[in-house]
């Protein structure tokens, strides 16, 4: 045997496993399904060949995925398997004919859409959800029950006649809408984005805090009833049944009696499917028959009676017309390829995102180059490649730009991010625009009937330059503005008058600091009862307060050293704007706790780290965010680690378990 055979395999393992890793512990795939897939298949190949060279932990042998150190670990009582892969018709009756061979009666298959998201499995006792628990690497999962039970499509009591005990396993994925709500809000937030609902839902699954986990809202749908006894003669009856129970059973799914059936499922899905709400990746076929599954079984990684067809990313050819430059409400540069126009996935594709430099440097683009755009797991289309045969010699490689187009100042590179930014925040018009569009958002000061649009307007016409400058508006202004009549006039005026009463929290979230957002906002109206205490305090007393971290304390510190944001709030204060911490925000219990800090470490079980904390101001104690000589009290539940462990050597530190920290408080 070749040595370089053995080479090339082993290569092919090393190289699988470390995407197998980046794509379901880090969420983040470094090459696309079907290039994976072609590496698997080519890997399966020489092992087939080389049988010599067997490796148990091969991943062609193996579910990818594997147990994080965050949740317990839980043995799955019934393996989840992977699903063997299918690209082409050609392998759909390869694997009919396998089946036959096996099988010498008819065979029905059922034809269900394969939900691009993370699996999961629920054991239900006597009608109660127990316990969900993921597919980890088809051994042993994390046990994320908390998690599961905050999805609204999971029920967590059934009726009618169910059985004692079963497992119901199904794929938990984000519909495009919230995905994109989401993405919507770190873009407010300044965080970076997320690249795909697939991996969102499954990061979000594997979060620490419940809470967290439900402002996700993520979705389910359950796809495979499992226990040692099973209550029907087929899977289609599962599925019927398990509706009835109460469980979310896609309604797309189809009972098929030939492959021809199969072909016209998978055809109308592959046209159809950017339709749905929601991301499906392919479809996945099962035979019917629960005996005739026993008796066809599973091979090492997959069960032999169920095969995946997988759609192929769409790609198309086109031209790259100009490579654009769009500046962001906070200043971020993002480079657009704007392209001739061209059918993708159902949609016309105009434009594709290039995200920065460094991408548009590893393309090598040129000017007018002929480019491949293809809509894969994300939302916005890519490019992808170059068709380098079409390149004209003299055509010149795109260089990206130094300075704002908008307001003409040097742009800044953030090295760790690869991202350039205008640093003119107060004066580069879409900045300008853009936060005093946050500042009217609902979240922020909520002043209904200005727009997005009436603002722009505002600012053309050097109406206004700054949130302060809303509350000087007068009717006379607003009037001769294009599409202005006497009554959406009168709306401004009257929101404008409105938001004087929203609180400060809100405000300080609309008045724009840069990574302040809505959580932090919070916090900090928490812990400072006004605006001049806030712009009083120092970096280092600002990072005591929970969740600030130094980014964020230092931005505050340069927000309030700037004469222009001073002024600002100047005037919002002698318009009325709440710039100080209403009466009783959160009613006081009692002082017991008063001149006491707290913190609160590990799985929390009587009660949750949000309700802990509130208890603690309300008896007039302080929560802060990291173990140091400061804290007085550690508060620990299971499972606690590094905090604990660093309190320890900390003399003046108690540390409570709940029950005593309960104890604390109700003393009088
Ligand atoms: N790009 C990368 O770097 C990379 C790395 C690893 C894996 N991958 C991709 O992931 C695939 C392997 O992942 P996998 O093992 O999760 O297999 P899979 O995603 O191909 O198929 C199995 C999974 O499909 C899901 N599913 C969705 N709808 C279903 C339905 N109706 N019935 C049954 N199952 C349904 C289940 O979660 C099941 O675990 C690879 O083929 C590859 O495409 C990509
Ligand atoms: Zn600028």
């Known amino acids: 045997?070749?040595?370089?055979?053995?080479?090339?395999?082993?290569?092919?393992?090393?190289?699988?496993?470390?995407?197998?890793?980046?794509?379901?512990?880090?969420?983040?795939?470094?090459?696309?399904?079907?290039?994976?897939?072609?590496?698997?298949?080519?890997?399966?190949?020489?092992?087939?060949?080389h049988p010599e060279l067997y490796d148990p932990n091969s991943p062609t042998l193996r579910v990818g995925g594997e147990i994080t150190k965050n949740f317990p670990t839980i043995q799955h009582q019934f393996r989840m398997y992977s699903l063997d892969n299918s690209y082409d018709f050609d392998d759909l009756e390869d694997w009919e004919k396998r089946i036959i061979k096996t099988i010498d009666e008819p065979v029905e298959f059922v034809a269900e859409l394969k939900y691009d998201g993370a699996s999961i499995s629920i054991l239900y006792e006597n009608g109660k959800l127990r316990q969900g628990v993921t597919r980890g690497d088809g051994f042993q999962g994390d046990e994320i029950t908390a998690n599961v039970k905050t999805i609204s499509d999971i029920p967590l009591t059934l009726h009618g006649d169910f059985p004692t005990q079963f497992f119901m396993r199904g794929e938990i994925y984000l519909t495009r809408k919230n995905f994109n709500k989401i993405n919507l809000r770190r873009e407010e937030e300044g965080l970076d984005l997320f690249m795909n609902p697939r991996n969102t839902a499954s990061g979000s699954l594997k979060m620490q805090d419940s809470a967290e986990v439900r402002k996700r809202g993520l979705s389910a749908v359950l796809y495979q009833f499992i226990s040692s006894e099973i209550p029907a003669e087929t899977h289609w009856e599962l599925l019927q049944n398990s509706r009835k129970w109460g469980f979310k059973v896609s309604d797309q799914a189809k009972l098929c009696r030939n492959l021809d059936e199969i072909k016209d499922f998978i055809t109308y899905w592959d046209e159809h499917r950017h339709e749905l709400p929601f991301e499906i990746d392919g479809i996945v076929l099962k035979v019917n028959s629960i005996k005739q599954q026993s008796q066809l079984g599973y091979t090492a990684k997959s069960p032999r009676w169920a095969m995946a067809y997988k759609f192929k990313a769409e790609k198309v050819e086109t031209e790259l017309l100009t490579v654009a430059y769009q500046v962001g409400r906070t200043g971020a540069i993002t480079p657009v390829a704007n392209l001739r126009p061209v059918l993708l996935a159902g949609t016309i594709v105009k434009r594709a995102s290039l995200h920065n430099e460094d991408i548009i440097k590893k393309l090598g683009l040129h000017e007018h180059d002929f480019v491949y755009v293809e809509k894969g797991g994300e939302i916005i289309p890519k490019i992808v490649g170059i068709n380098e045969e079409k390149r004209k010699v003299d055509s010149r490689e795109v260089e990206y730009i130094t300075h704002c187009p908008e307001c003409g100042t040097e742009l800044v590179r953030i090295e760790d991010q690869a991202i350039h930014f205008c640093p003119n925040d107060l004066h580069c018009p879409p900045q300008v625009v853009g936060r005093m569009i946050h500042y009217v958002s609902r979240k922020a000061l909520d002043i209904e009937g200005l727009g997005a649009e009436t603002i722009e307007q505002l600012y053309r016409e050097k109406l206004v330059e700054n949130p302060a400058d809303f509350y000087v508006l007068t009717k006379e202004q607003l009037l001769p503005l294009e599409r202005m009549a006497e009554k959406s006039a009168q709306n401004i005026l009257d929101g404008?008058?409105?938001?004087?009463?929203?609180?400060?929290?809100?405000?300080?979230?609309?008045?724009g600091i840069k990574h302040v957002g809505e959580t932090v906002a919070k916090k900090l109206a928490k812990n400072f009862d006004s605006i001049e205490s806030l712009q009083n305090a120092t970096a280092e007393e600002l990072i005591q307060v929970e969740d600030i971290g130094g980014k964020i304390a230092e931005s505050i510190v340069e927000f309030f050293q700037n004469p222009e944001n001073l002024l600002m709030i100047e005037r919002l204060k002698s318009y009325g704007v709440q710039l100080e911490r209403g009466e009783n925000p959160n009613e006081t219990l009692s002082d017991i706790l008063q001149d006491k800090t707290f913190l609160f470490t590990g799985k929390l079980s009587l009660f949750t780290r949000e309700a802990a904390e509130e208890m603690v101001e309300k008896h007039g104690g302080k929560n802060i965010s990291a173990v140091s000589k400061n804290l007085n009290y550690l508060v620990v539940g299971e499972k606690a680690g590094s905090k604990l462990k660093k309190a320890q050597d900390i003399r003046t530190i108690i540390i409570l378990d709940e029950q005593e920290f309960l104890t604390l408080i109700a003393a009088e």
């Open 496 to 511: 404008v008058e409105k938001s004087k009463k929203i609180p400060f929290e809100k405000v300080l979230f609309g008045i």
């Open 1 to 49: 045997m070749p040595e370089n055979i053995q080479q090339k395999i082993e290569d092919l393992r090393t190289e699988l496993h470390q995407h197998n890793y980046d794509y379901y512990i880090l969420d983040e795939a470094a090459i696309s399904d079907f290039e994976f897939d072609l590496k698997l298949k080519e890997l399966q190949e020489l092992e087939k060949n």
